[in-house]
């Protein structure tokens, strides 16, 4: 009897070193793929704010052409 306990544990304490190594995989592969996602999210951030900071550019010299422009003809 003694011998199918010690059989047995030794079963469960392989199965149980199989689960955490497979455990520990997944962790790493879940935690690979939220890397992933963040740099993904990160540069969709990104993009809107730099594409903020072009209209702001653009009306600023959109501005500045028609203020250049009505000059002129107030100069004529």
């Known amino acids: 009897m003694n011998e199918k306990t010690d059989e047995m544990d030794k079963r469960i304490e392989e199965m149980d070193g199989r689960f955490e190594r497979q455990i520990a995989q997944l962790e790493r592969t879940v935690n690979e793929r939220f890397e992933r996602l963040e740099a993904k999210i ?13 209209v702001d550019f653009h ?3 959109i501005a500045q052409h028609d203020r250049k422009i009505r000059h002129l003809l107030h100069a004529r």
């Not at 990160?42 to 072009?54: F, L, R, S, W, Y």
Request: charged share 25%.
């Open 59 to 61: 009306s600023v010299k």
């Open 42 to 54: 990160g540069h969709i951030h990104v993009e809107p704010v730099e594409t903020q900071e072009t």
